[in-house]
């Protein structure tokens, strides 16, 4: 069955058929967007990693800064898409 039922919580169980092929797995997050026809269409969304380090105050302008490893390329790249959401 190719069918899901929406539940009182806003809650749906997707077909096998369709997990099987977005290649989803348990806890992924799914972005989902409506088109002007009502059709529903839904993208998997790339996980996050967290870098090792921590958030830490410097003492002289109070200024919060990550305390961590990280190559020039990707403070370059964390630079220029700084105001970017996660589902663009």
Same mark, same amino acid.
């Given at each position: 069955? &190719?069918?899901?039922?929406?539940?009182?919580? &806003?809650? %749906?169980?997707?077909? #096998?058929?369709?997990? +099987?092929? !977005?290649?989803?797995?348990? #806890?992924?997050? %799914?972005?989902?967007?409506?088109?002007?026809? @009502?059709?529903? *269409?839904?993208?998997? /969304?790339?996980?996050?990693? =967290?870098? $090792? @380090?921590? %958030?830490?105050?410097?003492?002289? #302008? @109070?200024?919060?800064?990550?305390? @961590? $490893? %990280?190559?020039? +390329?990707? !403070?370059? =790249? !964390? $630079? /220029?898409?700084? #105001?970017?959401?996660? *589902?663009?």
């Amino acid at each position: 069955m &190719n069918t899901s039922v929406l539940t009182s919580k &806003n809650r %749906i169980s997707l077909p #096998n058929d369709v997990v +099987a092929a !977005a290649r989803l797995q348990l #806890n992924d997050e %799914i972005y989902w967007t409506v088109d002007r026809q @009502g059709e529903l *269409h839904g993208r998997k /969304l790339t996980p996050t990693g =967290t870098r $090792a @380090g921590r %958030i830490e105050s410097d003492p002289n #302008n @109070g200024m919060m800064f990550w305390r @961590g $490893a %990280i190559t020039d +390329a990707e !403070a370059e =790249t !964390a $630079a /220029l898409n700084a #105001n970017m959401s996660r *589902h663009d």
